[in-house]
């Protein structure tokens, strides 16, 4: 983060964060990427212990009664330790988030305040083996019975479904209604109707648990329902704000880091009598990658401002989308200037700029893949600018500006 743009409280929490992801013994992280641990659980205990996981959270369900600008801050320094511990990082502050704002007193009690406290793991469950983007094709169901749901289906693609001792899981409960009128979201507990597998062999982004869940008849009581029933869709676009706003700050710190490891390895590699920093192919990368990650913060960062201000609910989904897409795709643009600067060394496991590199390549899909941030953000626009431009309008400013005959739009 740009300092000028933070307060005091927040370059406090910056260096608290900082100091923590130091500190995490890199041991954990290759690990992690060689599948020898499938969930960090001490990693997230650790977090929580320190506070320092659902920052936004008020103070009696364990947060700090922080904002999106704090949880920013914070996440751009978790995202040095690589995709999967950002993301165990950036759960509680998801599934909280629906828990928070449509949960019962209940259900933030239960759930909510013991997440926060390391005391239970979560997962949010939504992606299916037919459905990606096509969120209100889901097709996983909840059958009402006496006392509440009986859930039959199966998710894929879930982060830390392995460690989670409940999911955030969206379902069908009207197959009769409108597709955004006819999904339900639950909280629900691990069981034996709940089977996790871990099957998949991933390119990067190891050791977060990711896994298939399959419910077979899984009962979910009717006070675990969260929100109204059939009310998900207004649930899902309010969760566009954190999954897209953690992608896009995690994403943020994984291209820092690598352009740090560039930079260290321009100064010290010598080629034509010279360290390789002098030589514009390889500065003027350093440049592109400077200017983009700075853009991509301010922006971040106005955004984080945008949320916390309570802007429009449309703005602010342009906003999120907006920074996911164009966070993970700066990240994505630095980590390969990165290894071009490393060259074949950048290749290989002497460096992590080659995890980096598998690990970013996945946030440009999850959370929405970024071509449907294009579709978001294009959809909104149109709508802010229905009315015409804001300021001047400069389609007159023009010398023929008023031969109609050439303006032909059909």
């Known amino acids: 983060m740009l300092s000028f743009l933070m307060d005091e409280r927040q370059k406090k929490l910056q260096e608290e964060v900082r100091v923590f992801v130091k500190g995490v013994d890199k041991q954990l992280i290759l690990d992690m990427d060689a599948e020898k641990i499938n969930y960090p659980t001490d990693y997230v ?172 008849d899984a009962f979910v009581p009717a006070e675990n329902l969260v929100g109204e029933e059939n009310g998900a869709g207004t649930i899902f676009y309010r969760m566009m704000i954190p999954e897209r706003l953690t992608s896009a700050a995690g994403a943020l710190g994984m291209g820092q880091a690598a352009l740090d490891v560039a930079l260290a390895y321009s100064r010290k590699r010598k080629a034509f009598g010279q360290p390789i920093k002098n030589f514009q192919a390889v500065n003027f990368k350093v440049a592109d990658c400077i200017t983009q990650l700075d853009a991509a913060r301010a922006l971040i960062y106005a955004t984080a401002r945008c949320v916390d201000s309570g802007s429009p609910a449309a703005l602010q989904r342009r906003m999120v989308s907006q920074s996911k897409k164009f966070c993970t795709e700066t990240a994505w643009l630095v980590v390969n200037h990165a290894m071009q600067i490393l060259g074949g060394i950048g290749y290989t496991n002497v460096y992590p700029v080659e995890r980096f590199l598998r690990d970013i390549r996945l946030i440009m899909i999850w959370t929405g893949t970024n071509e449907i941030m294009d579709l978001i953000i294009q959809h909104e626009y149109y709508k802010e600018t229905e009315a015409g431009p804001a300021g001047r309008d400069v389609e007159p400013d023009a010398p023929e500006a008023e031969n109609e005959e050439e303006k032909i739009y059909e």
């Open 45 to 216: 205990r650790s977090l929580a212990a320190e506070n320092l996981i659902g920052l936004r959270f008020p103070k009696e369900y364990g947060g700090r009664g922080l904002g999106w600008a704090e949880e920013v801050v914070a996440l751009e320094e978790v995202g040095f330790l690589g995709t999967s511990l950002a993301c165990l990082y950036s759960l509680p502050s998801i599934v909280g988030e629906a828990i928070h704002v449509f949960g019962t007193e209940m259900q933030k009690e239960k759930y909510l305040k013991e997440t926060l406290q390391g005391k239970k793991f979560t997962a949010e469950a939504l992606t299916e083996p037919r459905g990606g983007s096509d969120f209100f094709g889901a097709t996983t169901k909840a059958t009402k019975v006496d006392g509440g749901y009986l859930l039959n289906g199966q998710k894929r693609f879930i982060v830390g479904a392995e460690g989670a001792d409940y999911f955030l899981v969206y379902a069908k409960t009207d197959e009769n209604a409108s597709s955004s009128k006819s999904i339900s979201a639950f909280l629900v507990d691990r069981s034996p109707e709940v089977e996790v597998k871990h099957i998949y062999g991933l390119m990067g982004t190891r050791g977060g648990g990711a896994g298939r869940l399959v419910f077979k």
